[in-house]
């Protein structure tokens, strides 16, 4: 089990860059906890405990809004850390988490980790430049919310997942992540109804292919082309 951790910090941009004794330590600070299907594992607004990673299973990310609806930020699977900012701070979360199926997560606690940081202060600039780069990607994601069609913000989420969930075969990469439609439509804020309309123009046009409950992209280099743009593709849903 303590490989399974020692591998999962080595692997993340936080982390990977520092050395193997240091490592070491975080491994020794890490605690785990195995979750059920539906099982909340913070909520936002709550007390930030520390830093976690998905060992097995996978965890949704959201925001919710005061009209009951949700904001799916991500969803973090394997190998995947989330809630860098509650591990400095140990301030309130910024969103909400919940297991997809039975989930293992490792925990980095906040308490911990900054009375070893008293002791390492030179690692705090370290910390501090790796936390930059990931307000700079939260930011851009603001800004496909705000200013991009849903065709170009739907186009970004399956190539993104593309690399992180994919698996390439002879008819193209298959996303690993079986996500609904309605969770889809939480990624990039638009509704199911149109999440679907568009998947089904890209599939038409043998942009993807649906099987099994997977997104298979097959030619990404169209996806791209469309995420590049700022309204999607006209009249196959964008909007």
């Known amino acids: 089990m303590a490989e399974d951790t020692r591998n999962l910090l080595a692997r993340h941009l936080l982390f990977r860059g520092l050395a193997p004794e240091i490592l070491d330590q975080l491994v020794a600070m890490s605690v785990t906890k195995n979750l059920k299907h539906g099982e909340v594992l913070f909520l936002k607004g709550a007390d930030g405990e520390g830093l976690y990673g998905v060992l097995t299973g996978s965890v949704k990310i959201t925001i919710p809004s005061l009209t009951g609806k949700e904001l799916m930020l991500g969803v ?59 307000m700079r990607a939260t930011n851009t994601r603001l800004e496909d919310v705000a200013f991009l069609g849903l065709g170009a913000r739907l186009a970004k989420v399956l190539l993104h997942l593309a690399i992180e969930h994919g698996s390439v075969g002879p008819d193209g990469t298959t996303i690993r992540r079986r996500l ?51 309204l999607g593709i006209a009249g196959a849903g964008a909007g």
Request: proline share 5%.
């Open 180 to 230: 609904s439609q309605s969770a889809l439509g939480q990624m990039v804020g638009s509704s199911r109804e149109s999440v679907n309309k568009q998947l089904q123009a890209w599939k038409e046009a043998g942009w993807i292919g649906m099987e099994g409950g997977k997104i298979v992209v097959r030619k990404p280099e169209s996806l791209e082309g469309v995420a590049r743009g700022p």
């Open 76 to 134: 973090m699977g394997p190998g995947q850390l989330f809630g860098e900012i509650a591990l400095l701070d140990g301030g309130e979360r910024t969103a909400s988490a919940e297991a997809l199926g039975a989930t293992r997560v490792l925990l980095v606690p906040h308490r911990a980790f900054n009375a070893f940081l008293a002791k390492r202060p030179e690692l705090y600039l370290y910390f501090l430049g790796i936390m930059c780069e990931r």
